[in-house]
C-alpha cells in the first residue's frame, strides 16, 4: 500500500483523490495540486522528523518546513486573542511579496501542554518540482558576490523601502538579520519577520551591515556603496526616502548600460455566461505592440460593474482618458522625469477617469446599484523600471523564471480585513461579502478614491500578467503559471499562444464572467559599466524638496490618513548637507535641474493636455511637515488629553480617540472658525466607557481643540480603522464575486 503520508491530496471536493507528491495535476480528475511548502515559526523549532505527517494533514520535510497534503482544506487559524502575536505579518500584507504570510496554526502537543506553531507561506524556499526536496534560497550576504552591479542596487533599493513600514511595525531587525533576508532572482524575500528589542535599530546600523557587503561588491558600484554606507552610519542620509533618491540615482546611471525590449499582448472574451462584455483593454484585443520600434508601451485592463447599466461604458471610457493623459508623460525622456512625480502623475490620471465616470452617473441620476463603475490595473514600463497602477481587484502578476509573485492586493473586504490584523488572509477570504469592493472607479469622487501606484526594477527577463477576475478567481493564474506562461521565458512559446490559451482556461475552468488580460513580455541585455559609479549627493534638503514621497514596492494605507499615500517619516533634527567634492555635486545638480525643467516643460507645452488638478487627491506630502492643527484633514486621528465640552453639555473624555471625517468653512463668518467633523474610533482598547453613544459623530469648532488635543502623527498607532471607505457608494454599490453587482 502507498505511504499515505506521501500523498497529496486533490483539492477538488468532489474528487480528494490521492495522488503521488511527482504529480503535478490529479491523476483522477486533472485538477492542478498545488505544492504549500510552509515554513513553521519557532526558536530551535523541530516540528517533527522527516517523513511524519502532522494533525493529519502536514507531511514533515526537515525540522522548520512542512508540506499541506489535503490543501483543499482550511488551514486552522489562530484563536483571536492571538492575533496581537503575529498582526505584524497581517498588517505587512501590502508588501507579500518581501513578506511572507500566515497561512494557519498547527497544534502540537507536548507532554500535558499544548502550543501552536505559526505556518507561513510563500517563503523564500525553493522546491524541485520532481521531488519533495525543498531548501532554502541563499542568503543575501552569499549570493552578493555573484550579482551583477544592478541587482546589487536593486536589493539594497528594495531594502530601502522596507525600512519604514517594517519600523512601524516593529520588526526592522528584520532587515539587518542574514539568516532572514533571502534572495530569489530579484526579490529580496524574508524567511520570517523577527520583532524588534527595546531599542530599535536605526538607518547607522543598516549603514554598517551594508558596509559588510562592500568587499564582494562589483567594480562599478563599490566606491558608491563605500560612500552610501558611510553616510548612513554619519547620519548624513537620515530617512528612507533620502535613502532612496540616492540608490535611484545609482540605479538610473546603472540603467544606461541595460537594453529592455519589451512586447505587449491583450485578449479579451465575453465568456460563456455572460451576454455582453463589459471588459476593456488597452491596446484593442489582439493587438500586438512592440518596444522598439514604438516609442512607448501601454497596458490597461478594466473590467466594467453596472450590468446592461453600463459597466461597458465606465471601462471604455475610463481606458480612453487614462491612455490620453499617460501618453503625454511617455512623451519626455525618462532621464527628466522624478520617478516620484510619475506616481503622482499617474494617480492623477486615474483620478481624472474616475471623476469623469462619477460625472457621467451624477449626470445620468444614477445611484446606489445603478452606478457605473470600473475595477483597473495597468502596466507603464519605462527604462528599467515597470510602473504599475490598480484600483479594485483587477491584478498584476509578475512572473519570473523562479516563480509567480501576485504584486497587487485586492481592493475587497478581505484584503482590509487583513491590513487591520481582524484575521488571516485564508480565513478571511471565507467570510460573507468577503469578496466585495470597497472602491472602484466611478462611485463617488476622487476625493475618496486611493489607486496603489508602485514601481520594479527590471533587471531580468521577466513576464507581467494584467487580469480581470474572470481568469484570477480560484487561483488560476496560480495553478497554471508554470505550465502555460513560463514557456514565454524559456522560449517555447509565445505571449500571443498563451494569451490565447489563458483565455480558454479562464473560460473552461471559470466560465462565471467576461475575461479580460494583457501580457508584458520584457527582456533585458546588461553589461556592466566599465567607469566607477560615484555616490554624489547633493542638499540633502533639495533631494527631500524633489523626490517630496517617495513610494515603494507595495504602497500601504496602514499608518497614515486616507489623503497620504505613503508614511512620513518627522524629522527630529535640522537636515545636514553632505559635503563632498564639487566635482561631484555640480554634474547631479545640473541634471536634477534639467530633469525638472524637462518634466516642467512637458506640463506646460499644452494646456489643453494637462491632468486637472481640481479633485484630485495629494499624493505628494512634505516630508518635513508635521501633522498639526494648522492644517487638519480629513482621515487624521487626534487624542484628547483633557476633558472638552461641547455645546449639549456632552464631553470628550480624556484619552479618547477620534477620527477627522471633514473641515469645512463655519457659516457664521463672524465666528471666523473651522468646523471639524470628527467620529468616535470604534476600535479602542480598551473601550473608554465615559464616552456617551451619541457622541459617535460630532461637529466642533477647530478653536474648541487647540492645546487639548494631540493630532496623532502617520507613524503613530491609534485603535481607528483607517483604510479608506467609499462614502457616497457603499460597498453594497461594489460588485462581489457571486453576482453581476452586489
Known sequence: MENDAATLYCPNEACLAANPLTHKFCQRCSTPLPKRYLWAVGDNLNVGSPGERLADRYLVINKSVVLDTKPGLLP???????????????????YSLNVPQVYGVLPIAEGQSHKEILLLEQPPLYADSSVPQVQLCSQLTTAWRHATSMRQ?????????????????GVVSSLIAPHLLRVEGSLVRLLELRFDSSTAPELPQLGEFWRQLQPDSQPAIAEFMHQVSNLLIQGEINSPEVLI????????????????????????DTGPSRQRNEDACYPASGTVVSKPPQASALAIVCDGIGGHQGGNVASNLAIE???????????????????????????SAVALANDKISQRNDNENRQ???RMGTTLVMALPMAHEMYITHVGDSRAYWITRHGCYQVTLDDDVASREVRLGYAIYREA????????????????SSNSLHPTSQRFVLDEDGIFLLTSDGLSDFDRVEDYWETEILPILHGEDNIVNVADKLVEIA????GHDNVTLALIHYQVKYCEPE????????????????????????????????????????????????QLPLNFIVPLLLAIAAGSLGYLMMRLRSPSDLIPTTNVPSTVTNPVALRSLANLDSGWVIQTNQEIALNNQETFPPGSFWQVIETKPNPQPAAGDLLVHLRLCPNQDPPNPTVNPAQKAVWIQLSQLQNQVKVLQASDTSPCDQVPQTPNAQIDTLRSKDTEIL
Open 76 to 94: 486552522q487559524a489562530p484563536e483571536s486573542d492571538h492575533l496581537q502575536g503575529i498582526k505584524a505579518y497581517l498588517r505587512l500584507i501590502p
Open 368 to 370: 446606489g446599484r445603478q
Open 507 to 510: 473560460n473552461i475552468k471559470n
Open 531 to 578: 567607469s566607477s559609479l560615484k555616490a554624489v549627493i547633493p542638499d540633502i534638503s533639495a533631494i527631500k524638496a524633489a523626490t517630496a514621497v517617495t513610494r515603494g514596492l507595495q504602497p500601504t494605507l496602514l499608518d497614515s490618513s486616507p489623503n497620504q499615500k505613503t508614511q512620513v517619516v518627522p524629522e527630529n533634527q535640522p537636515t545636514k548637507i553632505t
Open 321 to 347: 482618458t487614462i491612455q490620453q493623459q499617460v501618453q503625454q508623460l511617455t512623451k519626455v525622456p525618462y532621464d527628466h522625469i522624478e520617478p516620484s512625480l510619475l506616481l503622482s502623475d499617474l494617480d
Open 245 to 268: 533618491a540616492v540608490l535611484d540615482q545609482g540605479l538610473a546611471e546603472l540603467g544606461r548600460s541595460q537594453t529592455p525590449t519589451i512586447k505587449i499582448v491583450t485578449k479579451t
Open 153 to 169: 542596487l536593486n536589493w539594497l533599493w528594495q531594502i530601502a523601502h522596507l525600512w519604514q513600514p517594517l519600523k512601524s511595525e
Open 429 to 444: 477570504v471565507q467570510q460573507s461579502g468577503a469578496g466585495s469592493l470597497v472602491q472602484a472607479l466611478g462611485m463617488s
